[in-house]
């Protein structure tokens, strides 16, 4: 039995752009601190934080492009809130395999 595995990309029917983003609310993030940078040339305070990261997912609001905000819709003009559904929305499309 073959496994058939689609890929797709997200292009933005507003602006072009190739980044998704998902926003997510209800949702707890915890960083881990490592230190304070302290930049004197700019008088600001930098994190410097550890590689560990602790997430509670929330849920999921919408999908949108991460540089104009346009959000994902589907066929009906609603907002996309499941990433199962996010292939029958607006500007997503599967990459042709190579093979």
Request: aromatic residues 10%; hydrophobic residues 25%; contains cysteine.
């Amino acid at each position: 039995m073959t496994t058939m595995i689609t890929k797709y990309k997200f292009k933005c029917p507003s602006c072009g752009h190739d980044v998704l983003e998902e926003i997510v609310t209800n949702a707890v993030v915890s960083s881990a601190v490592d230190s304070l940078i302290y930049d004197t040339e700019k008088n600001q305070t930098y994190i410097d934080y550890c590689d560990n990261e602790i997430n509670d997912y929330g849920d999921t609001d919408r999908f949108q492009c991460k540089n104009c905000g346009m959000p994902v819709l589907d066929n009906d003009g609603k907002k996309i809130t499941f990433y199962g559904d996010l292939d029958k929305g607006a500007g997503i499309t599967p990459v042709k395999n190579d093979k």
